[in-house]
């Protein structure tokens, strides 16, 4: 049991995780009815350690799904206020205050816009670097919610073949039971061969 234990040269998705082990045969993992136990908690562990990085994957992947298109509708105002030329009308724009309160602003055209940047920070920006930062933004989001998207199903494969491996061993547990039970019954002279369940 000990030298199947997924350990530091074990494969891993490109992320990191683990593969979990694949029992094809019940005995390269239990010698003996004894490791079972042990054998059920290594795997019943492995199973709470995938869900919780599931868990924690499926929370990074709904930040991003809400990050995203905040990301895309900020580039598309950059963009836009980049064509403006210098001699245009301002321009009079609608912004939200929060999620009842909106207020009515006349907009100029201008070299630079001001980003938040999360924490309540919010820099001064050239336009050209303002569209730079927030494509490079927009990919690496992009980026993260596609690995996040192959590590959910990663994770969902590896919880399937963990609960596959601990129903074969339960199996293999149940059938050993059985045959000790058999060669018991037949090692003790016939006693209780006519009765039910003996």
């Known amino acids: 049991m000990s030298s199947k234990n997924p350990g530091k040269d074990a494969p891993t998705n490109p992320r990191g995780i683990p ?47 809400e990050k995203i298109p905040d990301i895309q ?40 816009v001001y980003l938040w940047l999360g924490a309540n920070v919010m820099l001064s920006y050239p336009i050209v670097e303002a569209e730079t ?5 927009l990919s690496g989001a992009q ?24 129903a074969r061993v339960y199996n293999w547990d149940v059938t050993m039971k059985r045959k000790e039970k058999v060669e018991a019954g037949g090692e003790g002279g016939g006693k209780g061969e006519g009765l039910p369940n003996g």
Do not use: H, W
Request: charge should be negative.
């Open 73 to 112: 509708k900020t580039l598309e105002t950059v963009r836009f206020l980049k064509t403006r030329k210098p001699d245009a009308e301002p321009l009079e724009a609608t912004f939200e205050l929060n999620d009842t309160l909106f207020a009515k602003a006349l907009v100029p055209p201008t070299e630079e």
């Open 143 to 166: 980026q993260t919610l596609t690995n996040c998207e192959e590590d959910l199903d990663f994770l969902t494969e590896q919880i399937t073949t963990l609960e596959v491996a601990t």
């Open 133 to 137: 930062l927030l494509e490079g933004k």
């Open 19 to 65: 593969v979990a082990p694949f029992v094809d045969k019940v005995e390269d993992y239990v010698s003996s009815r004894a490791e079972v136990d042990g054998t059920m908690k290594n795997f019943q562990e492995m199973i709470s350690k995938y869900q919780f990085m599931k868990a924690n994957t499926e929370r990074r992947k709904q930040g991003l799904d």
